[in-house]
């Protein structure tokens, strides 16, 4: 194969021309996917109990010297979030990406037929509860729907563009990345765990 340049663009990139832990949404969700395939496959060999994310935390701090943040309330909407664009998608006969630009390209659709983001904020709201998410009884309903729809606009093209890339044609790059981080560190009896929804482990969305 030869180079044509294209393929090792990435090659003259420091951390001080490109600094992807601020610039980068792709890399940020792709280095928490393959931190946690990871951890997910060692549980920690004390008696000390930390969830996954706890531990992501750290790792990041460690390995990449990202400052760790109180996001464990933030983090409680993801699932929502993702359900929530790709209901936004549906509305609008799915979409995929420009390849030239990056722009999202939707499908056919009527406008006019699209949920806003109250009413579509309160359909995943039911979609959770029916899947058996659990909300505090001293949360009020509409409280939930306000602050999904705040989240939900502040960063609606970053969900749209990932949830697109994971689920629509390009479905698997993230997985297929972590696939081949796995398959460098299964030789040597290190094991990986390939993320089931990755989406939903992209918390720096938020």
Not at 47 to 70: H, Q, V
Request: glycine share 6%.
């Amino acid at each position: 194969m030869t180079d044509d340049g294209a393929s090792t663009w990435w090659k003259d990139l420091t951390i001080e021309n490109c600094d992807w832990r601020d610039n980068s949404p792709l890399a940020a969700g792709f280095a928490d996917a393959m931190l946690l395939s990871l951890i997910r496959a060692h549980p920690m060999q004390s008696g000390k109990t930390k969830d996954d994310y706890e531990r992501l935390k750290d790792a990041k701090l460690a390995i990449f010297g990202m400052k760790p943040r109180d996001d464990r309330r933030d983090k409680r909407d993801i699932p929502l979030l993702v359900v929530m664009a790709r209901e936004y998608a549906a509305d609008r006969n799915g979409a995929k990406l420009d390849a030239e630009n990056g722009d999202i390209v939707w499908g056919d659709h009527d406008p006019k037929s699209c949920r806003f983001l109250k009413p579509l904020a309160r359909d995943v709201i039911r979609i959770a509860k029916n899947n058996g998410h659990g909300f505090s009884p001293m949360v009020e309903p509409d409280s939930v729907v306000k602050r999904l729809v705040r989240k939900f606009s502040a960063q609606k093209q970053d969900l749209l563009k990932q949830v697109i890339l994971l689920d629509g044609v390009e479905t698997g790059y993230l997985i297929d990345w972590v696939t081949q981080i796995r398959n460098i560190l299964g030789p040597v009896g290190i094991p990986a765990q390939i993320p089931k929804d990755p989406a939903r482990d992209m918390k720096y969305l938020l």
